[in-house]
């Protein structure tokens, strides 16, 4: 049976694409596999569409995605990104 996984990580105020790289890293380190989805608040995928698409209206026709991870809009704190993914329940007793 899988089992939903969310690490939520706070990137400092001046993010940039190596702040989001150590906060996927986090996820992969401790539960083994890539994330499914990536939440951010919406100024965090504005942001986000501004600096790696080039265009923030992005952010408002469609999912971005950071390497090949869709990213949404969500509920969360100012500068707070959650990756949410599921593992296998038995693994994750294993902790």
Known sequence: MME??????RLPPA???????????S????YGRRPA??????????????HFEG???AAYSGAP???????HAAILPPDVI???????EEILGDW
């Open 4 to 9: 939903r996984v969310r690490r939520e990580v």
């Open 37 to 50: 989805l990536i939440l951010g608040s919406p100024a965090i995928v504005e942001r986000f569409c501004r």
């Open 15 to 25: 993010w940039d694409v190596k702040d989001f790289e150590r906060a996927l890293a």
């Open 65 to 71: 995605r950071f390497e090949g991870i869709p990213l």
């Open 55 to 57: 265009n923030p209206e």
């Open 82 to 88: 959650a990756f949410e993914g599921e593992i296998d």
């Open 27 to 30: 996820f992969m380190r401790l």
